[in-house]
């Protein structure tokens, strides 16, 4: 196994690690770390392609589908539950599938993510269409629960994405997309939270924010679709609509407060329009788009 599974290999620089010193141990695993970003490097054409898809599903009304088990479905379960408040994109428009379902987030047992029927029928409850992205994450790539939800998913027409850390493994080979994030062994033999798990963190992020960028929730580097939900994003928001627009504290204050706190349409209030009305319907002609709704108020 150990000589298709670079992520399972025992690295033997590091063998004896239990006898050195504190910062020895903290050294090696820092440089480990930086070689699961480092990994990232050669996977980012296939990390657009992949927001490519994710774009596309949501702008037509399908649904991008995160799926894991252990590490990487918390990790996964993490980058889902921060978009809808980041970028404001529709909470059932998120979804997350994880071996073992949430109950894992309490206590991550290793036995859900050997159960492939589990993984299929899983998916399948959720009925996926030709509308829906789904990515699925794996740090060896050959998790029974992870590819047979991937297998589902292609099935039903769905478009696929597979994160791994194997050249090779089943789930990078089916995938419509394969990110291949070679971190190769662990500094602690086959603990792969720690490398891989770095880089698929990196990665989803990277992921998630392109999608949010191309779908239009990014101005320059603000988050202009964030879910200004409690007094810190409020304010958080209020500075955007100021900075974004050029105007005082107290008339961008005033925008969020007419817009009920939503950042787009308190930036084109800002910006000259009439109405919450026609704030809304600059945006709907834009396809949501600030930069281009600010055109029609004559601003660049």
């Known amino acids: 196994m150990s000589a ?24 090696a695993l820092l440089a480990g770390q930086k070689r699961g970003l480092g990994a990232i490097d050669t996977a980012i054409s296939e990390i657009a392609r992949a927001a490519a898809l994710g774009v596309a599903a949501l702008q037509s009304g399908g649904r991008l589908i995160y799926v894991g088990a252990g590490s990487p479905g918390l990790i996964a379960l993490g980058d889902a539950l921060e978009i809808p408040q980041t970028y404001g994109i529709a909470r059932d428009r998120i979804v997350i599938v994880m071996a073992g379902g949430l109950a894992m987030t309490e206590e991550l047992l290793g036995g859900p993510e050997d159960d492939a029927d589990q993984g299929k029928s899983d998916l399948a409850a959720l009925a996926p ?38 050249g090779g493994a089943p789930l990078l080979e089916l995938a419509d997309v394969a990110i291949l994030l070679a971190s190769g062994a662990e500094v602690i033999s086959g603990s792969t939270r720690l490398a891989a798990g770095t ?23 603000l988050m202009v679709n964030v879910t200004a939900d409690n007094d810190k994003l409020v304010l958080r928001a209020t500075g955007i609509v100021a900075r974004i627009v050029g105007v005082g504290p107290e008339l961008a204050a005033q925008a969020m407060n007419t817009a009920h706190n939503q950042v787009k349409p308190a930036i084109l209030l800002a910006a000259g329009a009439q109405n919450l009305s026609e704030a809304q319907d600059l945006l709907a002609q834009s396809g949501g788009v600030v930069r281009k709704a600010l055109t029609f108020l004559g601003r660049q």
């Open 4 to 27: 298709l599974v670079p992520t399972e290999h025992a690295d033997p620089r590091f063998a004896g690690l239990d006898a050195w010193d504190d910062n020895a141990i903290l050294s």
């Open 129 to 166: 269409t030709a509308n829906d992205c789904v990515v699925c994450v794996s740090a060896s790539g050959t998790t029974r629960y992870t590819v047979a939800a991937l297998k589902t998913a292609k099935a039903a027409g769905a478009k696929t994405v597979g994160i791994a850390g194997n």
């Open 199 to 221: 880089a698929q963190k990196a990665t989803l992020n990277m992921l998630s924010t392109l999608i949010g960028v191309r779908m239009g929730h990014v101005h320059d580097n």
